[in-house]
């Protein structure tokens, strides 16, 4: 199966209008380029707007990939709690994510994508993550790797957590016989870096300084372990805002977090076939993408 993967748009019809020219420019470059499935690793939205949300899903049903065989949609901190769009909101970000109820945020972001989430499978389906979709031979599973706020140990709402109870139904989802014999694919919002490897983020510089030493994932050690031991062949994820692909424990990691920045807009076409993973880079020079695509109302 050939798989567009896309992460961080962080639509903001606001301040980063831009960024829906990106995503279906994007999205015409991968169907193209032959892509059978979109997997969207979070951060769909950069201030945690519902209205954000619903112009991404009508961007999908445009183009006829909103539906759950074609599209996979996960959860990333800016969907939650959002984030500063000026230096002048940094200051009054913390209280603004103590109100924030993440529960009621997460059950919003699912409901909303609604069609994406039939023929899901999960093990405890009121917490909503973790989930599996089989499509073919492929199985992808998301994770939800959002801490929850707190002022001392995520007081910049950037790190990831996965708690013992996630990984407790991870573990029971992937041992499901659903998923035997296909090809799994972890879809997770949280990078993993080695520890000393710097993440980067695109924010104000003010606040690039301080996300960078706030993106860890706690319990990634555990995780990786986890993965390696039940047969994941690929993680996809974004987060931290560059493009990569690396390989960790014979796993191949695709990052594309940085696929909307600046002048370019990227993404990974990974080609999942049990005995060939590869992965394309397609980037598109943004200063054409005006010239070729009808601005939409925003
Ligand atoms: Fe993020």
């Known amino acids: 199966m050939r798989i567009a993967h896309l992460s961080d748009l962080h639509l903001c019809s606001k301040f980063k209008p831009e ?132 002022f001392f140990k995520n007081p910049f709402a950037s790190n990831g957590r996965i708690k013992k109870e996630q990984r407790k139904d991870l573990l029971k989802l992937l041992s499901l016989p659903q998923l035997k014999n296909k090809l799994k694919i972890i879809l997770s919002h949280h990078h993993f870096y080695h520890n000393k490897e710097k993440s980067s983020s695109s924010e104000n510089s003010f606040w690039e300084h301080i996300e960078n030493y706030t993106m860890k994932l706690k319990g990634k050690k555990k995780l990786l372990k986890l993965f390696s031991e039940n047969d994941i062949k690929i993680v996809l994820h974004g987060h931290s805002h560059e493009v990569k692909q690396y390989k960790r424990k014979e796993m191949y990691f695709f990052n594309t977090g940085g696929g909307f920045e600046g002048d370019l807009s990227q993404m990974y076409i990974v080609n999942a076939f049990p005995f060939d993973i590869s992965g394309e880079l397609c980037q598109i020079d943004f200063n054409d993408i005006e010239k070729n695509i009808e601005v939409i109302a925003v």
């Open 19 to 150: 960024n829906l020219l990106k995503l279906e420019k994007l999205i015409i470059e991968a169907i193209e380029k032959g892509a059978q499935h979109f997997v969207f690793t979070g951060d769909i939205t950069d201030n945690s707007n519902h209205l954000e949300l619903i112009n991404f899903k009508e961007i999908l049903i445009k183009f006829g990939i909103y539906n759950s065989k074609s599209s996979t949609v996960i959860i990333g901190n800016h969907d939650i709690f959002g984030g500063p769009q000026t230096a002048s909101d940094v200051p009054k970000f913390p209280s603004n994510c103590l109100k924030v109820n993440y529960k009621e945020k997460v059950k919003d972001f699912v409901s909303t994508f609604n069609s994406l989430f039939e023929d899901c499978i999960w093990v405890n389906k009121e917490s909503l993550f973790p989930f599996a979709k089989v499509i073919n031979n492929v199985a992808l599973i998301g994770i939800n790797t959002i801490d929850e706020y707190s």
